[in-house]
């Protein structure tokens, strides 16, 4: 059985750094497109950056410059370094993975809070 856990939540001053961890076990990893999304109270969860099992990385025009998804494939993890926080990105973090055999299997871990104070 596949699962997530994220690490790394928070509560930081508005410019301030915050790193996310996603731990994931019982699965080939590398397989894996995964991905961070983040939701904040009344919004829908949107995406905030992606890194797939090639490497290719995409991030919300939001967190461009600021954010930094990386993985690392022989300890089953991917991160999201985040810096120049801002209160906008108070959200519930929530990591993905998922990978494509006839359809898409789709994974989430528990979610962690992330709080900027401005």
């Known amino acids: 059985q596949v699962q997530l856990v994220e690490s790394g939540g928070g509560l930081v001053q508005s410019g301030g750094s915050l790193r996310l961890s996603c731990a994931a076990s019982?699965?080939?990893?590398?397989?894996?497109?995964m991905g961070w999304y983040r939701q904040a109270p009344g919004k829908q969860r949107e995406l905030v950056a992606a890194v797939t099992s090639g490497g290719s990385t995409n991030y919300a025009d939001a967190v461009k410059g600021r954010f930094t998804i990386s993985r690392d494939n022989a300890k089953n993890t991917v991160s999201l370094q985040k810096n120049s926080l801002k209160p906008e990105d108070t959200a519930v973090y929530y990591c993905?993975?998922?990978?494509?055999?006839?359809?898409?299997?789709?994974?989430w871990g528990q979610g962690t809070q992330v709080t900027v104070s401005s």
């Open positions: 993905n993975g998922r990978y494509w055999k006839f359809f898409w299997y789709n994974y």
């Open positions: 019982g699965t080939i990893f590398s397989i894996y497109d």
